[in-house]
């Protein structure tokens, strides 16, 4: 009785606050004239509304639920202070429609666009962030949705770069349709569970496009990543649902599509992996199902670095890579069924679409680039086609039980574009 | 110079071979983008058959057409012409020609099916060059190997040999050498043995364009500058020019002693 | 003028010229004979060029033809084979070297001589050996130069054609020229030679008029004149 008389009391001292709230605007010429002034002079429930023009403010903060909007874009131009221009610990607070500039780069501090932390029911959407040390700094939040947010830095070297999103120890958040480049990670996630990210765009990052550190129960789809220094990496994490993302021209050395790492239970669906050195790193990664996916033209399509259990590729498209797959160390208990392999050359007699031969993808020529990395000038040589010719009619280096016994005829569900 | 390679281009533009050779490439073309219908895919394909058959069909027929025109030759060489420019005019008779025959054979197809509304038409180009390239290194090595062997058999013998040593048995001791020495730092190594055959060199030239994100999986610095940056293009294409030069000025130090 | 001083040619380790000297003054006929291998076709092939001498000097006119190639111009050449690219016309091949030998020509009068006519259009590759052995002629003839080089013209050619070559060879010593055979046929020989150059073992083992040669031999017959000088080789 007396929590419902509190929940009660809760939503009338709501109603009551909204009742009242009030408007206030800031510009140069106003009564107001900062961004600041405005916070400590709102009240639970106002809202700001901010003029077009140039704000040099750092270090906004607030802990009432107020709406802050910014009209035709006004610019906050933060001088590079070590100081965040938006440090905020409120509740069912908004912030829209805000260009922000030269965010103060720091070794010590974590100085952002937007430093949230504690927080739930908030809405930051439509901002342009340019030149920043990090853009959203998230510390146990909840309930929050990011969205149509423009993040660009430039990061040069990893110690003196931020993240585009920094989510730490938060709970349903949904971080939808923002663009960020230039960035350390694009989006980096650790401690954080029950969060969708979806319709992101995260280019040219210098490290990861997205990067997930002891984060279960989450979700990505729909996102673009390209360009990223080492692709995108999924670490320690459980229950991982990925679909519909496209990892393409990540090139480089330690460079991937997509780093699995300790992932268990996750399901990888309908992507798209085009041009990157390698599409998936696999490394001690167990009962994860693929699915669907498109590889293509990717200098490894799958690599396992580790000992992997129980997954089950099926029904992918694996299209003029240079290497199927490659592993170096054991491969147990994976199953590859019912995969297109562009490489495979059997016949189907009974027309069923599966091929009457299986398909073996790994071929010798990966096993000694393995062992011997400079023999990968040797790709595409009359030699290396006539020693896989002959391991294929003979095996004698690779497993032979690793095999599709159902391979396609035909691709699945050919891009359209 | 330009009389002898007109009249070389006249006489091999009559012969069965050239067209056989046409026609073969346009079969190739065609039966690709039938089988691929896609004019990307039949790119890939096609680089993978030319650096191979393009050095092959070069040789069989700078030695075929030595050997055969061996008469005519010393037709010419009884009117007032220098001798190097009978040698030089023939061999750019017949590397044109075998250029056009790949140009045509494959550019016909290959623009039917809409080459110019295509993204590949930057590969197809590569693959044209490489191809020219690729002629023009090999009808040269194959008239040093006739030049130097009266016998027509032995010449033929030697110029197929040459071509399977440097496609494949050359790769393999390549391959070899760098399995057996891979304690050591081997990247300077194996793109300084690939730049000595041209159909590695060629292959290279591909693999830029093709494999890149595979190239770029391997640690080593070296690589790294030779495929990340221009340099790998400009380079290999460079001394696709020296593996004209060479065997061209070994012809013409053949010829100041070469008695007909 | 030809004149050869101290001509060495080896193909290997054969010695085929060995240290030939031989002058030929302006006009005449002149038959280069000797046994097979004694470097007739050697010496003609080292005079135009395509044959490059280890040691010694060839003079054309006074002037060192070795290592050049425009004296060509001034040098008519029958080669022994008559053998042309397949793929060109009687007439095409006519036309290049015309194009080749920037000089004038009368080649429509030889075709009449020749008969060769109807087979102007025709490829070379489908011309008898006869036939193709006239165009040779053609091409040979074709072009006024002082000297002419003919090895073993007579090769598959009728007995008409073989008058009409003999009446060409004539009229074009009375021109003035300088004319070398080579030939087995001896009957050619006698009857239009003016001189004979005999080759043995690389070296000038008789030169002089047929008169000569059978007065030196005691011999009527220049066959058998001929046969003498090789079977003292061997003796």
Not at chain 1, 285 to 311: E, V
Not at chain 3, 8 to 34: E, M, P, R, S
């Amino acid at each position: 009785m007396k929590k419902s008389l509190n929940y009660f009391l809760v939503i009338f001292l709501f109603i009551v606050s909204n009742l009242q709230a009030s408007t206030i605007t800031v510009c140069a010429s106003c009564e107001i004239k900062t961004i600041k002034d405005a916070t400590l002079l709102a009240k639970q429930g106002d809202t700001i509304i901010v003029k077009k023009g140039l704000y040099k403010e750092t270090k906004i903060s607030f802990q009432n639920g107020i709406h802050i909007i910014g009209e035709n874009y006004p610019t906050i131009d933060a001088e590079n202070k070590q100081e965040s221009v938006f440090s905020i610990k409120a509740n069912n607070f908004s912030i829209s429609g805000f260009n922000i500039k030269n965010v103060g780069m720091s070794y010590t501090k974590e100085i952002a666009a937007f430093f949230v932390s504690k927080s739930k029911n908030f809405v930051i959407q439509n901002n342009t962030i340019d030149n920043c040390f990090y853009a959203f700094i998230l510390q146990r939040t909840r309930f929050g949705l990011l969205s149509n947010n423009k993040v660009y830095g430039n990061a040069k070297v990893e110690a003196s770069s931020g993240n585009g999103f920094h989510l730490w120890k938060c709970d349903n958040m949904r971080i939808e349709k923002n663009v960020i480049s230039g960035m350390r990670d694009g989006i980096y996630i650790e401690y954080s569970e029950h969060s969708h990210f979806s319709d992101n765009k995260s280019i040219n990052n210098i490290r990861y496009g997205l990067h997930f550190m002891f984060s279960h129960y989450n979700e990505y789809h729909h996102n673009e990543f390209k360009g990223n220094g080492a692709g995108v990496a999924v670490m320690f994490s459980k229950h991982i649902n990925m679909h519909h993302n496209t990892f393409h021209f990540n090139w480089g050395t330690a460079s991937y599509g997509l780093l699995l790492k300790e992932i268990y239970d996750a399901e990888i669906v309908d992507n798209v992996f085009e041009q990157n050195t390698i599409g998936i790193n696999i490394d001690g990664c167990n009962r994860i199902n693929y699915k669907n996916n498109h590889f293509i033209r990717n200098g490894w399509a799958l690599k396992f670095t580790g000992g992997c259990y129980t997954n089950i590729f099926e029904y992918n498209n694996f299209m003029h890579n240079a290497f199927d797959l490659s592993y170096n160390s054991r491969l147990n208990d994976n199953k590859f069924e019912a995969n297109y392999w562009s490489e495979y050359t059997g016949y189907d007699i009974d027309k069923n679409g599966i091929g009457d031969v299986p398909f073996r993808p790994v071929k010798l020529f990966s096993y000694v680039v393995n062992k011997t990395p400079e023999t990968l000038v040797l790709l595409r040589s009359l030699f290396v086609d006539i020693i896989n010719f002959s391991e294929k009619v003979s095996p004698v280096f690779t497993p032979d039980d690793l095999m599709d016994v159902k391979p396609l005829m035909k691709p699945i569900n050919p891009l359209t574009d | 110079m330009l009389k002898i390679l007109k009249y070389s281009i006249v006489d091999l533009l009559r012969s069965r071979w050239s067209y056989v050779y046409f026609a073969f490439y346009l079969l190739l073309g065609y039966v690709l983008l039938f089988l691929n219908n896609d004019i990307n895919k039949a790119v890939i394909t096609l680089m993978n058959i030319i650096i191979v058959l393009t050095p092959l069909i070069g040789t069989i027929f700078g030695v075929m057409y030595y050997y055969n025109s061996k008469e005519f030759t010393e037709l010419l060489l009884a009117q007032p012409i220098k001798r190097s420019t009978i040698f030089i005019g023939q061999y750019l008779g017949i590397s044109l020609s075998l250029t056009l025959s790949l140009l045509l054979g494959l550019g016909i197809p290959f623009v039917v099916y809409g080459l110019f509304k295509s993204a590949a038409i930057f590969d197809f180009s590569l693959l044209i060059l490489v191809g020219a390239f690729l002629n023009f290194i090999f009808v040269a090595l194959a008239f040093n190997i006739a030049l130097s062997n009266e016998n027509k058999i032995k010449g033929f013998g030697f110029a197929i040999l040459m071509w399977l040593f440097l496609a494949v048995i050359y790769d393999g001791i390549f391959m070899i050498s760098l399995m057996m020495f891979n304690e050591y730092p081997l990247d300077k190594f194996s793109l300084f043995a690939t730049m000595l055959n041209p159909i590695d060199l060629s292959r290279i030239l591909i693999l830029l364009k093709l494999d890149i994100s595979a190239l770029l999986g391997y640690t080593g610095a070296v690589f790294k500058d030779f495929f990340g940056t221009n340099l790998g293009a400009i380079l290999s294409l460079l001394v696709l020019c020296f593996w004209v030069a060479i065997p061209l000025l070994r012809i013409n130090m053949k010829l100041k002693k070469k008695d007909f | 003028m030809i004149e050869i001083k101290k001509l060495h040619k080896k193909f290997g380790k054969l010695t085929v010229l060995d240290g030939l000297d031989l002058t030929i003054n302006q006009g005449g006929i002149f038959a280069i004979l000797g046994p097979n291998g004694s470097g007739k076709t050697t010496l003609i092939k080292s005079i135009l060029g395509m044959v490059v001498p280890n040691k010694g000097e060839i003079l054309l006119d006074n002037k060192s033809v070795l290592k050049k190639w425009n004296y060509r111009n001034d040098i008519n050449y029958l080669p022994q084979i008559a053998n042309f690219p397949a793929n060109l016309s009687v007439k095409e091949l006519i036309a290049m070297v015309k194009n080749l030998r920037p000089k004038p020509s009368n080649e429509e009068e030889l075709i009449q001589l020749f008969g060769l006519s109807p087979f102007l259009k025709k490829k070379l590759g489908n011309l008898s050996g006869g036939t193709k052995q006239k165009v040779n002629l053609v091409l040979t003839f074709m072009f006024d130069s002082d000297l002419i080089i003919l090895d073993e013209p007579t090769t598959g050619l009728d007995p008409i054609a073989l008058i009409h070559l003999k009446n060409l060879i004539n009229k074009e010593k009375e021109k003035g020229k300088t004319i070398l055979i080579t030939t087995h046929i001896m009957s050619l020989v006698d009857e239009i030679a003016d001189e004979i150059v005999f080759l043995l073992d690389g070296k000038i083992y008789f030169k002089g008029s047929v008169i000569a040669l059978k007065k030196q031999t005691e011999q009527d017959n220049l066959e058998h004149a001929i046969a003498n000088l090789i079977s003292k080789q061997y003796a």
